[in-house]
Structure formats: structure tokens, C-alpha cells
């Protein structure tokens, strides 16, 4: 019996991941939007490592539940960042006509659409720190 009601709980959760928002906001209780939002958002919170192209670079990243705010640096150069989480891709918001998208898979996070000088950065990727650091 408890195998069945898990099983009708995860249909259940299946099936309202599928739906537009819109028809599901109006349907959960605020903590079953949290706990949806939780498992169909990305965890990217953490420490990231620029990999290729990006080695000189790591990515920062504070993470509550769909926002992110971040510190992507460069040797001395520190650039905010904030934005927000959409399932696995992660969007920053517009800075001096500059914005990222990246798609996390895993332990990596792939730069799919950039704009101004990030750019320069689409295809690149940054792999999640081993041990909270970037140097080997």
C-alpha cells in the first residue's frame, strides 16, 4: 500500500512538472510550490572552475531556490552577477548590456547564449570546484 502511495504521489508530482505554471500556481499549497520548485530547479550554488578557454576564470554562485547572485572573476577583475534559475539553464540578468545563459548538466555548466564581451564565452564551460578551491 505505502509503494502505491508513492507511486500515485510521484505521477502526481510528474504530471503538475508538465503543466504551465499557470494552471499549477493557482492548484499547490505554498510549501508543495516550494518543494515542486526545488525539484525542477537546478542546484548551481557553489564554487565553479573555468575549464578550456574559461581556465583563468571561476564562477561563484549563491543560489535560493530560483535566484542566483554570483561573482564571476578573472585574476583581480570581479564582475556581479544576478539572475535566476529555469529548470537547468541559468539566466543572468542584463549587466552594461551584457547577459549569460548556462545550462547546467551535472558537474558542468556550459555557456549557451552570451551577449556583449561574454560572447566570446558561448561553448565554454565551468566544472563544480573538488574541494572548495580551483587550484590543483
Do not use: Y
Not at 53 to 62: A, G, Q
Not at 97 to 113: H, I, K, P, S, Y
Not at 121 to 134: L, M
Amino acid at each position: 500500500m505505502q509503494f502505491l502511495a508513492r507511486h500515485a504521489a510521484l505521477a502526481t508530482l510528474v504530471a503538475l512538472s508538465t503543466m504551465p505554471l499557470a494552471l499549477r500556481a493557482g492548484s499547490l499549497s505554498a510549501s508543495e510550490e516550494v518543494t515542486l520548485r526545488q525539484v525542477t530547479t537546478a542546484n548551481v550554488g557553489g564554487l565553479w572552475c573555468g575549464a578550456g578557454l574559461l581556465h583563468e576564470f571561476t564562477l561563484e554562485i549563491v543560489q535560493q531556490l530560483q535566484n542566483v547572485q554570483g561573482r564571476l572573476t578573472r585574476k583581480a577583475r570581479v564582475r556581479e552577477i544576478t539572475g535566476h534559475v529555469e529548470g537547468a539553464l541559468v539566466k543572468t540578468d542584463p549587466l552594461r548590456n551584457e547577459t549569460m545563459d548556462l545550462l547546467a548538466q551535472g558537474d558542468e555548466l556550459r555557456v549557451v547564449a552570451a551577449t556583449g564581451l561574454l560572447a566570446l564565452a558561448r561553448g565554454q564551460s565551468f566544472t563544480r570546484a573538488a574541494g572548495g578551491s580551483c587550484t590543483p
